[in-house]
């Protein structure tokens, strides 16, 4: 995961705003996580613009995409609400705290 993180690092040098906590990096509205033992980046943005900036960080870094697919299931059957529930994460549950929002 640190070949990974310093690569991320490298390709965010020009942002001002990165800051680094171990294994999880803030950069203005994106967020990256990197899992221990395991060279996945793990990652969620907000805001304008969010999958094009994504998509040129991982090609400079030369990270390959990843499709992941959730096992999602609809507290109502139909459309999304705050009652919806996923598949696991792969990231320890004890690290939870670190994706938490300010």
Do not use: H
């Amino acid at each position: 995961w640190t070949s990974a993180r310093d690569k991320l690092l490298v390709a965010l040098r020009s942002e001002a705003d990165a800051t680094v906590d171990g294994r999880y990096i803030r950069c203005g509205d994106l967020e990256f996580y990197f899992t221990e033992n395991d060279a996945t980046v793990q990652f969620r943005g907000d805001g304008r613009d969010v999958d094009r900036r994504l998509a040129k960080l991982r090609q400079r870094c030369g990270f390959e995409e990843i499709v992941v697919l959730r096992n999602r299931r609809r507290a109502f059957g139909v459309g999304e609400s705050a009652f919806d529930s996923y598949g696991p994460s792969f990231f320890d549950q004890s690290d939870a705290a670190l994706l938490a929002p300010d």
